[in-house]
């Protein structure tokens, strides 16, 4: 898939030191991301989004998970919209307690009835995570990833819990500065076979080099 090859990465943002617990890593991505311009962030998001449609395309994705962006994340409000202005079938989280996600059909704003953690919900019927290796790819959200697509997400554990046993294709959506990151991994922290940023669609590394 010749539109899939990486790009040249360009300079990246000072990247916290390596010793400094995740807690302190994720603030440290947190703050960049409020950092941005409003104008900086709105053209990220449209060459995000290109990307995304571009990746879908090439995977013939017809089934797709995506998650409620908010305003600072990559993506922008509206991530789901876009992504089901594509023709796609759309999922969205439901986040329950003690780190446990479920899933239910977007089918359009009138389609989100709740909110818990202030992030809109769609709907019931809800299904277990099972389902996601019934879809053909899963946009997953990170504050920065590594090479091999480990991410650092916000700290519940929901999608590291979630993907365990999921085989369908991932891929996380990230800013230029939060790609190919030193971050602090553990064993149990999924990798995810894309990222996507402004500037590239980029198929991670399976080991490292």
């Not at 600072?72 to 307690?97: I, N, R, T």
Request: proline residues 9%; contains cysteine; hydrophobic residues 35%.
């Amino acid at each position: 898939m010749g539109a899939m090859e990486p790009s040249q990465q360009p300079p990246s943002a000072p990247q916290p030191p390596h010793s400094l617990k995740k807690a302190a890593q994720r603030q440290h991505y947190q703050t960049l991301r409020r950092s941005q311009s409003a104008e900086d962030r709105a053209r990220a998001n449209d060459a995000i989004r290109k990307n995304i449609s571009t990746l879908i395309r090439n995977l013939r994705a017809k089934r797709v998970a995506v998650y409620a962006a908010d305003a600072d994340e990559p993506g922008g409000v509206g991530l789901a919209d876009y992504v089901l202005s594509l023709h796609c079938e759309v999922w969205l989280p439901v986040s329950l307690p003690q780190g446990v996600l479920e899933w239910g059909q977007f089918t359009g704003p009138e389609s989100l009835t709740g909110k818990r953690y202030g992030i809109p919900e769609p709907a019931q019927p809800h299904y277990t995570s099972a389902l996601l290796s019934e879809l053909d790819l899963v946009f997953v959200p990170a504050l920065a990833a590594t090479a091999r697509g480990i991410r650092l997400g916000k700290g519940g554990g929901y999608y590291d819990r979630a993907l365990e046993h999921c085989h369908t294709p991932t891929a996380l959506l990230l800013f230029e500065h939060e790609a190919n990151q030193t971050i602090v991994t553990h064993p149990h922290d999924a990798a995810c076979d894309w990222t996507i940023t402004p500037g590239s669609i980029q198929a991670n590394l399976i080991e490292p080099t």
